[in-house]
């Protein structure tokens, strides 16, 4: 089970939002390149960035902070970057930077068309983010919800190629309430590639539930605001999951 901490980009700073909402962010830091040591440090195998501006923007805006990352991190883990990606040429340029995969949402949704292109031009570097309320799949920064069932997009994209799903319980994102995870192994049991859950995240039961569930194709988890806040020790929780693992 990979844990993998979240690095959202907001105006070049480190925050948190509660349900994908722009104006109750939370800073917890001022220097995206030392909250990267610090979650490599603790034994992070992946980080996780959002540029929320970029989200919201359709465009990418945090560059220079992803760069920073980059660079603090080089080769030793990879990097995975959504928010904004709405094109080739962007797809491109994070890759040569020395992202390793990139996060497509909202243009999937909404371009399905260009999500294969990306999934051909770039193969093996291509995740899906699918964001639901409900089982419907959002986009826009989640401000609009869609009529699309998450399964059913999951099948599609899966089709085309991309490596693995982010799957988002926006209801639950930012507000340790517990991941969802009747709706997370539902998806990964409808697809054959990896699921990594993301949103509501809350202590080490949760890991342990995860774990549990290992075998559906539910590979990793997006830890958020519990790592932030302390409410979860993320390099205590990477030795349980480690644990877990060894044991079966």
Not at 81 to 89: P, V
Not at 197 to 205: K, P, Y
Not at 222 to 231: P, T
Not at 233 to 246: H, I, N, P, T
Request: proline share 2%; charged share 25%.
């Amino acid at each position: 089970m990979l844990l993998i901490p979240a690095i959202d980009l907001k105006d070049g700073k480190c925050v948190r939002l509660q349900q994908g909402d722009m104006n109750a962010a939370t800073t917890f830091g001022d220097d995206p390149a030392a909250m990267a040591r610090r979650w490599l440090d603790a034994g992070a195998r992946r980080l996780h960035l959002v540029d929320l501006n970029g989200a919201f923007a359709g465009r990418p805006v945090n560059e220079g902070a992803v760069k920073s990352i980059l660079r603090a991190v080089g080769d030793r883990i990879p990097v995975q970057l959504g928010g904004g990606i709405r094109d080739l040429d962007t797809i491109e340029r994070y890759l040569d930077d020395g992202v390793r995969y990139v996060v497509i949402g909202t243009a999937a949704v909404k371009n399905p068309g260009f999500l294969k292109d990306a999934c051909s031009a770039f193969g093996g570097h291509v995740l899906v983010g699918l964001d639901a309320r409900d089982g419907k799949v959002a986009t826009d920064g989640w401000s609009k919800l869609t009529g699309h069932e998450v399964a059913d997009l999951a099948r599609k994209f899966e089709d085309y190629g991309v490596e693995a799903v982010i799957y988002t319980d926006i209801g639950r994102d930012g507000m340790l309430t517990g991941i969802n995870l009747e709706a997370t192994v539902r998806l990964a049991q409808a697809i054959s590639i990896p699921v990594i859950a993301s949103g509501g995240l809350a202590g080490i039961a949760d890991i342990e539930a995860l774990c549990a569930v290992e075998g559906d194709g539910v590979a990793g988890v997006i830890c958020g605001r519990s790592v932030y806040s302390g409410q979860l020790d993320f390099a205590a929780a990477q030795r349980r999951a480690d644990e877990l693992d060894g044991a079966r």
